[in-house]
C-alpha cells in the first residue's frame, strides 16, 4: 500500500456518506474546503446526535463496525464487535475506491474499548471501581486479554480495507464522566472523587500495580475512603493539578503503573496495523476531558494530565507512528501552548495531528478558525489540522474550514 501524506482531513459518519451520497461528500471535503484526506467512524459508539444536514435531523447510533468482521481475525475470540446494519455492503470499501481516484488520503476512525453493548454482554471484561462495582458497561479495560485481543484483531479489521491510517479513539483507560449513557449523580462528585471512581481495580490491573511493587489494596482502600466522605456528605477534594501533587502517595504510584498497559497495547496495535500495511494514529482524548463543554479548558495544559487515561505521551509516541490531539479550546494561544507541550513531549519522528471544532461551543466565525488553525500548526506545533465533524454541524459552519485552510 503506498502511505498518503495528509495535512488536513474531516471527520465524517458512513452515515453521512449513505444519506448525502460519497461523491457529493467528497467533493465539499476535499473540493471546497481544501481537505486532503477523509477520516471515516469504521467502528463507532452508542450515541444520540442532532445531524443539522442530514435526512434524520436527529440519528441514533449503536456501537459497531461498518464492515463485516474476518472470520479468520476473529475465529475463536471471546469478542467480536455488532455489526452496524449495512455493513455488507462495504461502504467503506466504496469511499477507498472513490478518494483512491482523486489522490486523497482516507483514515478508519476506530472506536476501540469504549464499547457498552460489548460490556454489557461480558462485565468481567469491563473496569472495576475501588467498591468493587462493575459500574461502566461502555470501558472495556486494556489490562484484560481478551479486550486486548479484540483490540488487535478490530485494528487489523480496519487496516485491511485500505486506509492510510487507522485513527485509534479509546485504546486506554476510560473516565467516570464517560462510561455510560444516561447517567445521574445528585452527589456532588468533585474532580478527585470523579477521578478515582474511573479507575480499575480488577484482577489484573491490581496485579499488574503488585508486579510493579505497589500496595493495590491499600490504593483502593483509600480511593474507597475518600470517594465515601462525599457519599456520606462530606465535601469533595481537588485534583486539578498534575499527577500526583493531588493524590497520596500510594494511589498515585498505582494510577502510574497503569501507563505501561497502556502503551504495551499501542505498541501490539501499532505492530498489528503495520503488519497490514497501514498505520496507527493514536487519538489522545485529554483536550476533550478538559474542554469538551465549554472550550474553556482551565488548570495545567492538556499533555500534562493525560495520565487521567493512563497515557504516557512520550512513551506512546516512540511505539506509533502518528499522535492526534484534541484542540477543545476558544483561546488560540491556548490551542498553541497545548500542541506545542505535545510536539515538546512526542518521541522524534511521530507525526502530530489537532483536531479542532469549526463551530460551537468554541469557535465564532471563520476568521476565529483561521486563527486557531494557524495557533494548532505554528511553529513547533502540528504537522496536519483536522475538524470535527461533518455531519455534526450546519454546511455554513463547515465552509469555515475553507477560509481556514486556505490561510
Known amino acids: 500500500m503506498t502511505v498518503k501524506s495528509s495535512t488536513a482531513s474531516t471527520y465524517a459518519f458512513v452515515e453521512d456518506l449513505r444519506a448525502?451520497?460519497?461523491?457529493?461528500?467528497?467533493?465539499?471535503?476535499?473540493?471546497?474546503?481544501?481537505?486532503?484526506?477523509?477520516?471515516?467512524?469504521?467502528?463507532?459508539?452508542?450515541?444520540?446526535?442532532?445531524?443539522?444536514?442530514?435526512?434524520?435531523?436527529?440519528?441514533?447510533?449503536?456501537?459497531?463496525?461498518?464492515?463485516?468482521?474476518?472470520?479468520d481475525l476473529f475465529d475463536g475470540l471471546r469478542l467480536a464487535?455488532?455489526?452496524?446494519?449495512?455493513?455488507?455492503?462495504?461502504?467503506?470499501?466504496?469511499?477507498?475506491?472513490?478518494?483512491a481516484e482523486r489522490g486523497a488520503g482516507l483514515h478508519g476512525w476506530t472506536v476501540f474499548l469504549h464499547n457498552t453493548t460489548l460490556g454489557l454482554a461480558h462485565p468481567d471484561v469491563t473496569q472495576r471501581n475501588?467498591?468493587?462495582?462493575?459500574?461502566?458497561?461502555?470501558?472495556?479495560?486494556?489490562?484484560?486479554?481478551?479486550?486486548?485481543?479484540?483490540?488487535?484483531?478490530?485494528?487489523?479489521?480496519?487496516?485491511?480495507?485500505?486506509?492510510d491510517a487507522v485513527v485509534a479513539e479509546s485504546l486506554h483507560y476510560g473516565t467516570f464522566g464517560h462510561g455510560y449513557h444516561h447517567e445521574r449523580s445528585f452527589v456532588p462528585l468533585g474532580p478527585l472523587e470523579d477521578f478515582l471512581l474511573g479507575l480499575c481495580f480488577c484482577p489484573r490491573c491490581v496485579r499488574h500495580a503488585e508486579a510493579a511493587g505497589v500496595d493495590a489494596g491499600r490504593a483502593r482502600s483509600e480511593a474507597a475512603q475518600l470517594v465515601g466522605r462525599v457519599m456520606d456528605g462530606t465535601s469533595g477534594a481537588d485534583?486539578?493539578?498534575?499527577?500526583?501533587?493531588?493524590?497520596?502517595?500510594?494511589?498515585?504510584?498505582?494510577?502510574?503503573?497503569?501507563?505501561?498497559?497502556?502503551?504495551?497495547?499501542?505498541?501490539?496495535?501499532?505492530?498489528?496495523v503495520a503488519d497490514e500495511g497501514s498505520r496507527l494514529f493514536f487519538l489522545d482524548l485529554t483536550g476533550a476531558i478538559k474542554g469538551y463543554a465549554d472550550g474553556r479548558p482551565t488548570g495545567g495544559l492538556a499533555v500534562d494530565e493525560t495520565w487521567r487515561t493512563g497515557?504516557?505521551?512520550?512513551?506512546?509516541?516512540?511505539?506509533?507512528?502518528?499522535?492526534?490531539?484534541?484542540?477543545?479550546?476558544?483561546?488560540?494561544?491556548?490551542?498553541?501552548?497545548?500542541?506545542?507541550?505535545?510536539?515538546?513531549?512526542?518521541?522524534?519522528?511521530?507525526?502530530?495531528?489537532?483536531?479542532?471544532?469549526?463551530?460551537?461551543?468554541?469557535t465564532d466565525s471563520a476568521e476565529h478558525l483561521t486563527t486557531k488553525t494557524k495557533a494548532a500548526r505554528g511553529p513547533g506545533g502540528a504537522d496536519a489540522a483536522d475538524f470535527y465533524h461533518y455531519g455534526l454541524v450546519p454546511f455554513p459552519v463547515l465552509e469555515r474550514i475553507t477560509a481556514a485552510l486556505k490561510a
Not at 84 to 94: F, T, Y
Open 20 to 71: 448525502e451520497g460519497t461523491t457529493a461528500v467528497l467533493d465539499r471535503v476535499l473540493g471546497d474546503y481544501g481537505c486532503d484526506t477523509l477520516t471515516v467512524a469504521a467502528a463507532y459508539h452508542r450515541a444520540r446526535d442532532v445531524t443539522p444536514h442530514g435526512p434524520a435531523r436527529v440519528t441514533l447510533r449503536r456501537d459497531g463496525t461498518h464492515f463485516v468482521p474476518p472470520a
Open 81 to 99: 464487535p455488532p455489526v452496524q446494519a449495512g455493513a455488507e455492503h462495504e461502504p467503506l470499501r466504496e469511499v477507498r475506491r472513490l478518494t
Open 130 to 163: 475501588c467498591f468493587g462495582d462493575r459500574a461502566a458497561p461502555a470501558d472495556l479495560c486494556p489490562a484484560h486479554p481478551d479486550v486486548q485481543a479484540y483490540a488487535v484483531a478490530l485494528a487489523r479489521s480496519v487496516a485491511r480495507l485500505g486506509v
Open 239 to 272: 485534583c486539578s493539578g498534575r499527577l500526583p501533587g493531588h493524590l497520596p502517595e500510594t494511589i498515585a504510584a498505582y494510577v502510574a503503573t497503569r501507563t505501561s498497559t497502556v502503551t504495551s497495547l499501542a505498541a501490539t496495535v501499532a505492530e498489528a
Open 311 to 362: 497515557v504516557d505521551p512520550g512513551a506512546v509516541s516512540a511505539v506509533v507512528p502518528g499522535y492526534s490531539v484534541l484542540a477543545y479550546a476558544r483561546s488560540p494561544e491556548r490551542i498553541a501552548a497545548d500542541v506545542a507541550g505535545y510536539r515538546a513531549a512526542l518521541a522524534d519522528g511521530c507525526s502530530l495531528r489537532a483536531v479542532l471544532r469549526p463551530g460551537i461551543p468554541d
